[in-house]
């Protein structure tokens, strides 16, 4: 965003924009100019970066690298297919809430944007894989969305759905991937669904969210390994029980519930001391909780016969 500071009367625009025009860009101007904004992001209004994540302490992956560099196996098991993704439809766009709530509902997208707040987050993404990136998310915390669900004392467990539609995503045709349990589903406690790191994405570099990324809207946990921010989500069910996540059901000694970033456990075919971060060409040390820790460390405090590390 470039903003160029002149007096109101020294701007050309007074001279051909219409009165009520020329006001809101100005309080357009004025808000952009308050709120810290990424630089060279175009912003269609004005949505503010969160203080607690303006600076990921590395720079921010470029837009290009991170819409071409996905995991969506609904597409194939490729890194690109941003291509193959755009046969995703996401308009219209339906939420199903269900499970240990006091009334199911199903609720629009479009409605459901209309009841919460946005912001802007700069956070780290860490891959199992090992690899790394920086994404300007925007969203809400998911706090909000429990909020809007309204759950009973006694749901547990958040249990996350994607679609499960072959006729938009070919990964999920019989056959592509023999034996693969679609749709994705994924899982968190509710403990961890409030805590304030975990944020539900509706946008990234300041544009809706390309549906490589799993538009119209998935889940960010920055802290956890990135199988566990499941993309392209239709439906939150609360349950008394502990969710089986797509990957876990694959191959449970390799993908667990927790799946919290920790460098000293290895995965069983390679370190997670290190990971590539994308775009730099360099290898950094993997931080314990992906660097996160003071926001979520004392969610595990008396959980340590649980393995929270894969
Ligand atoms: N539905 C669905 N969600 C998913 C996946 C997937 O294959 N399907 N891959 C996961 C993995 S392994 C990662 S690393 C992130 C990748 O998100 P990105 O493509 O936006 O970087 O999405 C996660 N969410
Ligand atoms: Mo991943």
Same mark, same amino acid.
């Given at each position: 965003?470039?903003?160029?500071?002149?007096?109101?009367?020294?701007?050309?625009?007074?001279?051909?924009?219409?009165?009520?025009?020329?006001?809101?860009?100005?309080?357009?101007?004025?808000?952009?100019?308050?709120?810290?904004?990424?630089?060279?992001?175009?912003?269609?209004?004005?949505?503010?970066?969160?203080?607690?994540?303006?600076?990921?302490?590395?720079?921010?992956?470029?837009?290009?690298?991170?819409?071409?560099?996905?995991?969506?196996?609904?597409?194939?098991?490729?890194?690109?297919?941003?291509?193959?993704?755009?046969?995703?439809?996401?308009?219209?766009?339906?939420?199903?809430?269900?499970?240990?709530?006091?009334?199911?509902?199903?609720?629009?997208?479009?409605?459901?944007?209309?009841?919460?707040?946005?912001?802007?987050?700069? #956070?780290? $993404?860490?891959?199992?894989?090992?690899? !790394?990136?920086? @994404?300007?998310?925007? /969203?809400?915390?998911?706090?909000? =969305?429990?909020?809007?669900?309204?759950?009973?004392?006694?749901?547990?467990?958040?249990?996350?759905?994607?679609?499960?539609?072959?006729?938009?995503?070919?990964?999920?045709?019989?056959?592509?991937?023999?034996?693969?349990?679609?749709?994705?589903?994924?899982?968190?406690?509710?403990?961890?669904?409030?805590?304030?790191?975990?944020?539900?994405?509706?946008?990234?570099?300041?544009?809706?969210?390309?549906?490589?990324?799993?538009?119209?809207?998935?889940?960010?946990?920055?802290?956890?390994?990135?199988?566990?921010?499941?993309?392209?989500?239709?439906?939150?069910?609360?349950?008394?029980?502990?969710?089986?996540?797509?990957?876990?059901?694959?191959?449970?000694?390799?993908?667990?519930?927790?799946?919290?970033?920790?460098?000293? #456990?290895? $995965?069983?075919?390679?370190?997670?001391? !290190?990971?590539? @971060?994308?775009?730099? /060409?360099?290898?950094?040390?993997? =931080?314990?909780?992906?660097?996160?820790?003071?926001?979520?460390?004392?969610?595990?405090?008396?959980?340590?016969?649980?393995?929270?590390?894969?």
């Amino acid at each position: 965003m470039h903003v160029i500071h002149r007096r109101a009367w020294e701007l050309p625009e007074h001279l051909v924009t219409a009165e009520h025009v020329f006001f809101n860009r100005r309080k357009f101007m004025a808000a952009a100019a308050a709120s810290a904004f990424l630089p060279g992001v175009a912003h269609a209004n004005a949505v503010p970066l969160n203080p607690k994540f303006q600076d990921a302490g590395r720079p921010v992956t470029s837009e290009e690298t991170n819409t071409n560099y996905n995991n969506f196996y609904e597409f194939g098991s490729s890194k690109r297919i941003s291509s193959i993704a755009e046969s995703l439809v996401t308009k219209p766009w339906s939420l199903t809430i269900d499970g240990e709530v006091e009334a199911p509902q199903t609720l629009d997208i479009d409605d459901l944007m209309k009841q919460v707040t946005l912001e802007q987050r700069i #956070v780290r $993404h860490r891959c199992v894989e090992a690899w !790394s990136m920086v @994404v300007p998310w925007t /969203g809400f915390p998911l706090s909000q =969305l429990v909020a809007i669900a309204r759950p009973k004392a006694d749901a547990k467990y958040l249990r996350l759905e994607t679609f499960n539609n072959p006729d938009m995503a070919p990964g999920q045709k019989p056959g592509f991937f023999s034996s693969y349990p679609w749709p994705y589903v994924e899982g968190l406690t509710m403990a961890e669904a409030m805590n304030e790191l975990a944020f539900m994405v509706t946008g990234a570099y300041g544009k809706d969210l390309p549906k490589s990324m799993g538009a119209p809207i998935r889940l960010h946990t920055p802290w956890k390994y990135g199988f566990k921010s499941i993309k392209s989500v239709v439906r939150l069910s609360f349950t008394r029980e502990r969710p089986v996540s797509f990957w876990e059901q694959l191959g449970p000694q390799e993908y667990g519930f927790w799946a919290n970033v920790n460098p000293d #456990v290895s $995965h069983p075919r390679w370190s997670q001391a !290190s990971e590539e @971060v994308l775009d730099s /060409g360099e290898r950094v040390p993997t =931080l314990l909780f992906n660097g996160y820790g003071e926001f979520v460390a004392d969610l595990y405090k008396d959980m340590q016969n649980e393995p929270l590390w894969m």
